[in-house]
């Protein structure tokens, strides 16, 4: 079956330093892939997507490129700020067989 | 705005009771889902439905059932509620392949 892993938290950076949070994924399809955010107390946002290999999805300074050959869909951010600080959830949608699977969530702490 | 709404933002219930959560969709999706969230573990999915009186087990399924009369409303039962099912059950939607809409989540007390 389709499954998500990412990497494990907590993470804990200094304000501007490069973000990278690990997600690789398991599909028998040709999934789209997201990057989903939940800051504290809310609910889960989407943040970027991609629906093919080799698209790029891109919002708010976030970036993750979808990668068959590797099976992965890696977040990135070049600066992170205090307010990036929240819980981050990769995932994938199959429109074979309706699932929507997530990973475990990692949680980001960006220190000023 | 699309919007996916659940019944309640805070319940507390008695161990054994019948539980009830309501979720509704304006999307017209044809997929619903009900996650539980907990520390540590994740999302894990208990039902989805692709369809009206549609539904399949998720990864825990046991101790729940679920109910999709109408396109737009899918709701989770708690058939007796246990300390064990203390948590975040959050609801979402989608359309085929495409990304999920969240509700705001029910965080649900069992005492």
């Known amino acids: 079956g389709n499954s998500v892993t990412q990497m494990e938290g907590p993470v804990t950076l200094s304000e501007e330093a490069f973000l990278t949070i690990n997600c690789t994924y398991t599909a028998t399809g040709y999934p789209s892939l997201f990057w989903y955010v939940q800051y504290p107390g809310e609910g889960l946002q989407l943040l970027l997507k991609a629906t093919k290999a080799d698209d790029k999805g891109s919002n708010k300074g976030f970036e993750a490129t979808y990668r068959k050959e590797t099976t992965s869909f890696h977040l990135e951010k070049g600066s992170v700020q205090v307010s990036d600080s929240a819980v981050y959830f990769c995932?994938?949608?199959?429109?074979?067989?309706?699932?929507?699977?997530f990973g475990a969530g990692t949680r980001l702490t960006v220190k000023p | 705005d699309v919007k996916v709404t659940q019944s309640s933002r805070y319940l507390v219930k008695r161990t054994g009771e019948k539980v009830f959560l309501e979720c509704v969709q304006d999307m017209d999706h044809e997929n619903m889902f009900w996650y539980r969230q907990d520390p540590g573990l994740g999302l894990r999915l208990i039902y989805f439905?692709?369809?009206?009186?549609?539904?399949e087990k998720g990864d825990i399924p046991e101790g729940y059932s679920v109910s999709r009369e109408k396109k737009e409303r899918f709701s989770l039962i708690l058939e007796s509620a246990s300390t064990n099912q203390t948590s975040m059950y959050l609801c979402?939607?989608?359309?085929?392949?495409?990304?999920?809409?969240f509700g705001q989540g029910t965080r649900l007390t069992v005492v």
């Open positions: 995932a994938l949608s199959d429109s074979n067989n309706n699932d929507m699977r």
């Open positions: 979402a939607s989608n359309a085929l392949g495409r990304e999920a809409f």
């Open positions: 439905s692709y369809d009206v009186k549609m539904k």
